[in-house]
Every structure is written in C-alpha cells, then in structure tokens.
C-alpha cells in the first residue's frame, strides 16, 4: 500500500506535521550536518591506527572524544531538527521501544558468525579495549564512548536515515510529509544507507526493516531513537561483560 495514501486512523501518539510556511521551517543541512560530522569524525579515526594496523589507544581516545565533542556542537547548530522527535512516546510506545531494542540486541550477537562478510567499505569496527588505557584517559574515554553510543549515534543517526531521507526521497516538498509516509523508494534508500555504514550487514538489514515498520506503527521518530539507544546500550553492556569489544 502506497504510504502516502494511508489510512489516517487513530496512532499511538498524536500527529506532529511541520508548517511548511512557518519561520521556523527546517533547511536539510540541519539533519545532514551532525551526521557529516560524525562521519567526519570516523574517518579521522583512522589516523590512530599504526602501519602494522594496531590502534594507538591514547591517540583514539582523543580523537574520539573531539569527534563527539564536534558532533554535539553540531547538533546544538542545528538543534531546531530535535522537534521532530516532538511528541514524545507515551508509556506503551517506550515498552515497545524497548523491547525492540533488547531483540536487536539479541540478533545482532546471535547471528554473528552465521553470514558471509562484505567489503570493509561497508564499515569498519574500531574494536577498542577501553581496558588497555590508563587512568584519566580511561574515565574520558569510556565518558564519550558511552555518550556516543547511547545518546548521540541514536539520535543523529535516526533523525538523518529514517526521519529527514525517509521524507526527502518520498516527496519534494518534503517539510510537508511526516516521516512515517514514506514512499516505498525512501524505505529502500534508507535502509541501504543504515546497512552500508554497518559492517554486521544482516543485522543491519533486519534492524532497518524493523525500525522502517516501527516508525510505520509508532508515528514517532522518538519511539525509534529509544529504540535504537537501548540496542547500542545492550550492545556496550554484551561488551564490557564479556571483554569482547569487537561490536563497538
């Protein structure tokens, strides 16, 4: 069924459309700016890696925590995008969220291993031992890691692939349509996109089409955002539990 022309019954949260006259109408650039700059950031990452491929734990401590710093200032520029995840859930909507959370976490461990890899182009894991650095470095680190994991990389992440690309894709006017009428070209760039920045492919894939369908169900770009911080966070805790960092 074509998104656009969907039934406009009762949501789990109350509808929350952009004017698209109003001053404070959004430019692109506010979504695709913090994402660029994490981007950014990642690749940056790499100049803490010696030629024989080992991470240089104090070098990759700093320039993480510059790339978060850089990202959050980016954010706050461009914070005018944060009304999308306005209305907040409500409480059945936050359960949901978190259940789907705690089962992405589940398949994205538990099918590690059971599917082919592709090239490194698809992303990389940095798979740092946090454990390897030194007094304050380590609190810093670990600081920003969890900050990034939890709080920055979902809210930055959603708003760019399954908010304002689900949106630009499905109609030019895009700061008319909410996110959730997305056309089924959007859900197909969006989700390549998600997948192609993620290493774990399959995963990916199946997480994107959950949250596709999530943001289809919920009406809410901020059910998905708790969604996908108590994934990142089950995640961090699989790896703090187990030493094996190679998620994160």
């Given at each position: 069924?074509?998104?656009?022309?969907?039934?406009?019954?009762?949501?789990?949260?109350?509808?929350?459309?952009?004017?698209?006259?109003?001053?404070?109408?959004?430019?692109?650039?506010?979504?695709?700016?913090?994402?660029?700059?994490?981007?950014?950031?990642?690749?940056?990452?790499?100049?803490?890696?010696?030629?024989?491929?080992?991470?240089?734990?104090?070098?990759?401590?700093?320039?993480?925590?510059?790339?978060?710093?850089?990202?959050?200032?980016?954010?706050?520029?461009?914070?005018?995008?944060?009304?999308?995840?306005?209305?907040?859930?409500?409480?059945?909507?936050?359960?949901?969220?978190?259940?789907?959370?705690?089962?992405?976490?589940?398949?994205?461990?538990?099918?590690?291993?059971?599917?082919?890899?592709?090239?490194?182009?698809?992303?990389?894991?940095?798979?740092?031992?946090?454990?390897?650095?030194?007094?304050?470095?380590?609190?810093?680190?670990?600081?920003?890691?969890?900050?990034?994991?939890?709080?920055?990389?979902?809210?930055?992440?959603?708003?760019?692939?399954?908010?304002?690309?689900?949106?630009?894709?499905?109609?030019?006017?895009?700061?008319?349509?909410?996110?959730?009428?997305?056309?089924?070209?959007?859900?197909l760039v969006s989700t390549a996109i998600f997948v192609a920045g993620h290493p774990e492919w399959l995963p990916a894939l199946l997480c994107g089409i959950l949250w596709i369908w999530l943001l289809r169900w919920s009406k809410s770009v901020s059910t998905l955002v708790i969604s996908?911080?108590?994934?990142?966070?089950?995640?961090?805790?699989?790896?703090?539990?187990?030493?094996?960092?190679?998620?994160?």
């Amino acid at each position: 069924m074509n998104p656009s022309s969907a039934n406009n019954s009762e949501s789990p949260v109350a509808v929350h459309l952009p004017e698209s006259n109003s001053s404070e109408t959004l430019s692109a650039w506010q979504f695709v700016a913090p994402f660029a700059v994490f981007l950014i950031g990642t690749q940056a990452e790499s100049f803490a890696v010696d030629s024989n491929g080992k991470v240089l734990g104090e070098t990759y401590a700093m320039i993480y925590s510059l790339k978060i710093i850089a990202v959050l200032i980016a954010m706050f520029i461009c914070r005018k995008s944060l009304a999308d995840l306005r209305p907040l859930p409500n409480f059945r909507l936050i359960c949901v969220a978190i259940l789907t959370g705690i089962f992405v976490t589940a398949f994205w461990i538990g099918l590690d291993g059971l599917y082919p890899s592709l090239p490194e182009s698809m992303g990389k894991r940095s798979a740092f031992d946090p454990t390897t650095l030194n007094g304050l470095w380590q609190i810093l680190f670990i600081a920003f890691r969890s900050l990034g994991l939890v709080i920055v990389v979902p809210i930055i992440e959603e708003l760019f692939t399954r908010d304002f690309l689900l949106r630009y894709v499905t109609e030019p006017d895009w700061q008319t349509i909410p996110a959730w009428r997305f056309n089924n070209t959007a859900a197909l760039v969006s989700t390549a996109i998600f997948v192609a920045g993620h290493p774990e492919w399959l995963p990916a894939l199946l997480c994107g089409i959950l949250w596709i369908w999530l943001l289809r169900w919920s009406k809410s770009v901020s059910t998905l955002v708790i969604s996908h911080a108590v994934a990142n966070l089950g995640l961090g805790i699989y790896s703090v539990v187990t030493g094996d960092w190679h998620y994160l």
